[in-house]
């Protein structure tokens, strides 16, 4: 098969690693920090992130939930932490008139709910803005004036029904008992005893943006609150500030991303699909506010768009995903693109705008997300979160493309062991995505289910492929794994190995699979019918049953609109037929099975079945971790390091040791971990 680099991909090689370097472990992982909510100030003078970390468990703290602090600052290296350290803040904004960092903070009790909050930027503490009695404020919308924010709050508690579960009368209407969030309005300069007016909107709010004059607001609502409706049924409605009446719809066929409005209030920008089979929210559109009228701007493009972002001078930025790597791209009101700005080793991951200033989130190969700022049509870094990673031996990471055997073209990064493969190739992990609508881009790919520089470090080549149904290679190219199942879609995992080892990286008899959801359904499958091909695979949330699976998923209709294009009902036997429980007889690779308890996207019975058939049917090497108050990805620290530890050692175990026995049941502790009980999430 004919492979070669990707022209212009990054090559991350430090060759300026210290001389007491040393490779990252899964205790590092527990230690890295993201920039994550981003606001630029209506003057462009100032900067708010939040820096989002893990519990430090490894020290002893309470396990828990990744926490976010507001950090704030008007140039490079100069962002400085603008709230106590024990408050955890989501949902960053300035207020128009840029007096104020306005944020969502539920405090410490049981009893407290989660209310919008301001910080004056000048000094001064914080205070409260908005609140709504018994309920969460879960996202809000300044009004230009400063005066009014549009709030979304969660549903009003029914005090009936909770005295009847304290009672033990709990019992759960499944899918019958949808309580839609409300949206109000609060004057933040009203007395403290004002009501907020309440706007009655249909449907479940999902997101929504205030236009320039203040008297209408951009919505996008679900019409139930089932998660296969959000994904596939939300569209955005221009409503009335005031009476909430639908002045116009935008009737995309499809799934929704971002949308902007700009300051003219006649333009939206969308990101949304170009039709009801579109797997993923992509394609730029621009929409007439007055009408509901849209038209496509890079419909048929092989890129995603990402983000966007309306500029004082009219023009609309949007963070552009083109394969591995990303763009930003300016278009004019009309859409008619002006330039585009390379963004280097950058991958963009979201924009904002104001005063002529344009900040991103990026990673990169070497580092994860942080703050940039776009300066003369250059990023510059402003801050730097992750300094001890210059500590770090990190392995060769770039994007390599293959040809798969039907003679499409297939693009993936790889990262090299550290200090280079030995000759006859290294022991690879390959890393599927989930999805499979997403896409790996060449940057930052470590994390607690992603191997990474970790397994790098102790001597693998790792793999991260963008196989048939990815994005970023536009609509037709993610619609290829259509009607499909464990196709074309993971033969272009298997036609990988050929090249990768014609490169002197892997070692074909020593290649592990592993990735969470759709990355699951692949590893099962390659532990299954593809046994052949690899000698250790490491489920997460995986499928393995595609006709259980319709039954036990909350996206029936998204599974039958973008990837089966089918019912089970309409052929039984082809849904077996693509379901790795039909296949366990080929099971000759050890396979570690892990899963999230409470997981509704893919049920934990997905990963009984496997593991039963495999454990009555053969002698297989076969284990099943279940993760308590988990679900479709673990979210807590302890849960995490768990994961990335068992992970690693399942595959040490079939790759590189002689795989005679099974790794202990149970994993060592982080050194500091002192047994303390669970940080309380929110909910």
Not at 106 to 112: L, N
Not at 466 to 482: D, I, P
Not at 501 to 510: E, R, S, Y
Not at 555 to 567: A, G, Q, T
């Amino acid at each position: 098969m004919k492979y070669h680099l990707l022209a212009g991909a990054t090559l991350i090689a430090l060759a300026t690693t210290p001389a007491f370097a040393r490779p990252m472990t899964p205790e590092d992982i527990l230690n890295i920090k993201n920039a994550s909510d981003l606001a630029v100030s209506p003057d462009g003078k100032g900067v708010a992130i939040g820096v989002s970390e893990m519990p430090d468990i490894d020290n002893g703290a309470k396990n828990g939930t990744s926490e976010r602090r507001l950090h704030v600052g008007s140039a490079a290296n100069a962002l400085k932490a603008f709230l106590p350290e024990d408050m955890n803040v989501s949902g960053l904004e300035y207020s128009p008139d840029g007096n104020m960092i306005s944020f969502l903070w539920k405090p410490d009790g049981d009893d407290a709910k989660r209310a919008l909050y301001g910080i004056p930027v000048d000094g001064g503490g914080h205070q409260k803005l908005a609140s709504i009695d018994d309920s969460n404020v879960t996202a809000y919308a300044w009004a230009p004036d400063s005066q009014t924010i549009y709030v979304r709050a969660s549903a009003a508690t029914d005090k009936a029904r909770k005295k009847e579960s304290k009672a033990g009368f709990d019992a759960i209407i499944y899918e019958e008992e949808q309580k839609f969030p409300r949206l109000f309005a609060v004057d933040v300069n009203a007395a403290d005893d004002a009501d907020p007016r309440e706007i009655k909107v249909d449907g479940k709010i999902i997101a929504m943006r205030v236009s320039q004059d203040g008297r209408w607001l951009a919505v996008a609502a679900a019409p139930t609150t089932q998660v296969d409706d959000e994904l596939t049924s939300t569209r955005v409605h221009i409503i009335d500030a005031t009476s909430g009446a639908r002045k116009a719809s935008v009737e995309t066929p499809g799934k929704i991303g971002d949308f902007e409005i700009d300051s003219s209030g006649k333009t939206l920008s969308l990101i949304a699909a170009v039709d009801k089979h579109d797997p993923a929210a992509t394609t730029l559109y621009l929409v007439d506010t007055a009408s509901g009228a849209f038209r496509p701007v890079t419909e048929g493009q092989a890129n995603a768009a990402v983000d966007t972002e309306w500029m004082g001078d009219g023009r609309l930025a949007v963070a552009m995903h083109v394969g591995a790597q990303s763009e930003l791209r300016f278009y004019d009101a009309r859409g008619r693109l002006r330039n585009t700005v390379d963004a280097g080793e950058l991958i963009l991951r979201s924009i904002e705008a104001g005063g002529g200033k344009l900040a991103a989130i990026a990673d990169a190969p070497s580092h994860p997300r942080e703050l940039f700022v776009l300066e003369r049509n250059r990023f510059t870094r402003w801050s730097d979160n992750n300094a001890w990673l210059t500590d770090i031996d990190m392995g060769t990471q770039r994007a390599i493309r293959y040809t798969a055997r039907d003679g499409q073209e297939v693009e993936g990064i790889v990262i090299e062991p550290v200090g280079g493969a030995p000759a006859g190739g290294a022991p690879t992990i390959f890393r599927v995505h989930g999805g499979p609508e997403a896409h790996d881009s060449n940057g930052w790919l470590t994390n607690y289910s992603g191997p990474g520089q970790v397994a790098a470090g102790k001597g693998y080549t790792v793999f991260y492929p963008n196989y048939r149904g990815s994005t970023a290679y536009g609509t037709a190219f993610s619609k290829q794994h259509q009607n499909d199942y464990a196709g074309k879609e993971f033969n272009d995992l298997v036609d990988a190995i050929g090249p990768l080892q014609a490169m002197g990286l892997t070692n074909k008899d020593k290649v592990g699979i592993t990735g969470g959801s759709y990355g699951g359904y692949a590893s099962a499958w390659g532990a299954t019918a593809l046994s052949e091909h690899f000698a250790a695979a490491v489920m997460f949330v995986g499928i393995s049953n595609q006709i259980s699976k319709f039954g036990t998923t909350d996206i029936p209709n998204e599974m039958y609109l973008v990837h089966s294009r089918k019912w089970p009902w309409e052929d039984w036997q082809g849904m077996l037929d693509v379901s790795p429980i039909y296949h366990v007889d080929k099971a000759k690779t050890p396979i570690l099975i892990m899963h999230g308890a409470e997981d509704t996207r893919v049920a934990p019975s997905q990963s009984y079945e496997l593991y039963r058939n495999i454990k009555v049917r053969t002698d297989t090497p076969v284990r099943l971790v279940l993760y308590p108050g988990e679900g479709h990805g673990n979210r807590k620290a302890a849960a995490q390091y768990d994961y990335n530890v068992r992970m690693l050692r399942w595959m040490d175990t079939y790759l590189k040791g002689s795989g005679a026995e099974m790794p202990p049941e149970r994993i060592e502790l982080p050194a500091g971990f002192v047994g303390t009980s669970d940080a309380k999430s929110e909910d």
